[in-house]
């Protein structure tokens, strides 16, 4: 029988790429890896939002990866123990603009995006570690 998926194998058994390579990127259901949720205090949300789309892409991209378990590293991120221990600074910049946005991630399963600044000095102003503090301290104990 000279069916369509016939004609099909000896097309790909003509070619000089083996059959198996269009399946090369088929996800296996069973090995994923479970995405973290992610909470946003309000006044960092409405900071992202009010950003350029390309800082908002770079921030939402990064922020993806961090919900996936991904560890970000320097450049894009450092550790920010001097807000609290689990705190991470996401820097994102552009020609014009220097952002910094905090997350927590010692939850087990949700990522805590509690603060967004622009960065003007090359250290972080000890008023943006005390208004973080102040707001992971809010969004882990629910008062926002």
């Known amino acids: 029988m000279d069916g369509l998926f016939e004609h099909h194998l ?3 058994s003509a070619s000089p790429h083996p059959p198996w390579l269009p399946l090369a990127n088929v996800l296996n259901l069973r090995h994923t890896v479970p995405v973290k949720s992610i909470t946003f205090h309000p006044k960092a949300l409405a900071f992202i939002r009010a950003q350029s789309p390309a800082i908002k892409q770079e921030v939402g991209e990064a922020l993806r990866d961090v919900q ?10 450092k550790p920010m123990s001097t807000v609290a221990t689990g705190t991470h600074e996401l820097r994102v910049r552009n020609p014009t603009t220097a952002v910094r946005v905090f997350y927590f991630v010692k939850l087990a399963d949700t990522i805590m995006v509690f603060h967004g600044f622009q960065k003007k000095t090359q250290k972080t102003p000890a008023q943006e570690i005390t208004v973080g503090q102040q707001r992971l301290q809010e969004v882990l104990h629910g008062h926002v």
Do not use: D
């Open 10 to 12: 000896r097309n790909l």
């Open 68 to 77: 996936k378990g991904i560890s970000l590293g320097l450049p894009l991120s």
